[in-house]
């Protein structure tokens, strides 16, 4: 029986789609209409949406900078609509930056590359390699744009690697009063600090120079072994590999290691797997869940009999992998020294009072930085991502795990959902204030400001 931590994660929202009885992998309502027959918009998961007077998509900053001026307020520019918060709503506008993509320039001796900000990470690979470069890192999905993620600090793991906005070293965007600005460290560098992570607060951004590498080969490995053992192993692992995250598969005392190295071997791309594995532990799930020890027994001891899994190819090809099953998801960055204690914390309470969950939780490695208001700034950290089948209300489940990782200092995911304001922000980020200043001086009307972002920012 073979088990890929995608078809885990698959598999998991099956077991959750028939604990609750709902249909699988279907939306449950067709979208509503707004009284004006506007046309809807929702994210990903269909949890955030809205009803905007105007979807606009600009083919150059010229144009942006006229939507800007004369469209209905606020302005929300948006990517593929993948972040779980409520950062794109709006009745105002939608601006999507589809129009503005591709790879623009390359520089082969700094390995730089200037790309539309509009880009999906997915089409960037092929185009990079083709000028002999490779991003640094990439995060488990490649259908966001390079605009949306950096906007939010969207990570992959590695303790050596940090966020996507680390690798920006220059970007250009268009205020609220319509001038277009590059800013990098020498230009504008207080800007430059303030917009590589912006939640779409500052201004439309409309390229962006990222730092990359030479393309690369990476040997992808799967393994499992149980809870116990990776506590005592993980940092290791993350020493020793150059990505190294786990799942814990919770109710199974059993998790799920991914490591991706760089290889010269030859390339053995990922084959279709049979579903054996889906299957066996869907039924498992279903027959069993209202008896977690039995659950536990016979989820152990389908996931222990599981062979590694490893396959080679470019690393774009490597680290994206699907996601068909939709889910909604909270993510918090701790410090490196809290985050395995918090898992256990959290495993305890999730096990000890049976609360309804199946959906593997994620564990990741990231490496610091500076940017003002990245989850990262100043200190090397651990992600733990809990996620809750897409149908179902993540409210109470969220908000019994949310008070662990907020003990332990963590800092939400700005894509990802959480019950953070301004006040616990000004705690959490010690250039909060330097943040502010720049905003108020970039939209100093806010016309970029949205509900969310109005709770984020305090209104000011
Ligand atoms: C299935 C799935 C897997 C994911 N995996 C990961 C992961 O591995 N690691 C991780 O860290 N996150 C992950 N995420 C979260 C995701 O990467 C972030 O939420 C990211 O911001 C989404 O990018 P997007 O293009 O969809 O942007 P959107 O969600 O559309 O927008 C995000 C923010 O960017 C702003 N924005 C978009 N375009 C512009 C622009 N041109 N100028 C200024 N601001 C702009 C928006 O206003 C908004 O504030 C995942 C999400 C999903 C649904």
Not at 235 to 261: K, L, Q, V
Not at 384 to 409: M, T, V
């Amino acid at each position: 029986m073979s088990l890929t931590r995608r078809k885990l994660m698959m598999q998991s929202a099956a077991v959750a789609a028939l604990a609750t009885g709902k249909p699988f992998a279907a939306f449950a309502e067709a979208p509503e209409k707004a009284p004006e027959q506007r046309i809807k918009w929702q994210n990903w998961s269909g949890w955030q949406s809205s009803f905007p007077e105007a979807r606009l998509a600009p083919a150059n900053a010229a144009e942006v900078a006229e939507i800007i001026a004369s469209s209905p307020k606020p302005i929300r520019p948006v990517g593929t609509g993948h972040s779980f918060t409520a950062l794109v709503p709006t009745d105002g506008t939608i601006m999507s930056l589809d129009r503005l993509t591709g790879v623009l320039e390359t520089n082969e001796d700094t390995l730089e590359a200037t790309v539309g900000a509009g880009s999906k990470l997915g089409d960037l690979g092929a185009p990079l390699e083709e000028r002999g470069q490779a991003l640094i890192n990439m995060p488990d999905i490649n259908r966001q744009t390079l605009a949306g993620s950096i906007s939010t600090s969207t990570h992959g793991t590695g303790e050596k690697f940090g966020s996507l906005s680390s690798y920006v070293t220059g970007l250009e965007l268009v205020t609220a009063k319509g001038e277009t600005v590059w800013c990098d460290k020498d230009k504008q560098s207080d800007l430059f600090q303030a917009a590589r992570v912006s939640l779409g607060s500052l201004g439309i951004i409309t390229k962006i120079r990222m730092q990359n590498r030479t393309p690369h080969r990476i040997n992808k490995r799967t393994w499992v072994m149980t809870f116990d053992e990776m506590m005592e192993q993980a940092d290791t692992f993350a020493a020793e590999n150059r990505n190294f995250e786990f799942y814990y598969i919770p109710f199974s005392s059993m998790c799920m290691g991914i490591s991706h190295n760089e290889t010269e071997e030859p390339l053995a791309p990922a084959i279709a797997q049979d579903d054996d594995g889906v299957m066996t532990l869907k039924a498992l799930a279903d027959y069993l869940s209202w008896t977690p020890s039995l659950r536990e027994y016979f989820i152990r001891s389908a996931l222990e009999d599981l062979p590694d899994e490893t396959f080679v190819d470019t690393s774009w090809k490597v680290y994206p992998s699907e996601r068909a099953v939709r889910f909604n998801e909270m993510e918090y960055h701790l410090p490196r020294e809290n985050a395995l204690t918090a898992l256990k914390e959290i495993r305890a309470l999730v096990e000890g009072e049976n609360l309804d969950l199946f959906f593997p939780w994620e564990f990741r490695y990231v490496k610091s930085d500076d940017i003002w208001l990245s989850p990262f700034q100043g200190r090397e950290s651990c992600s733990i991502a809990i996620h809750r089948y897409y149908e179902e209300d993540y409210k109470p489940l969220f908000s019994a795990i949310e008070p662990i990782l907020q003990k332990h200092g963590g800092r939400p995911h700005w894509g990802k959902l959480h019950t953070l304001k301004a006040p616990d922000f000004a705690k959490l980020y010690p250039n909060w204030n330097d943040f502010g200043a720049i905003r108020q001086e970039m939209d100093p009307d806010g016309l970029f400001l949205n509900a969310h972002l109005r709770e984020v920012f305090g209104g000011a």
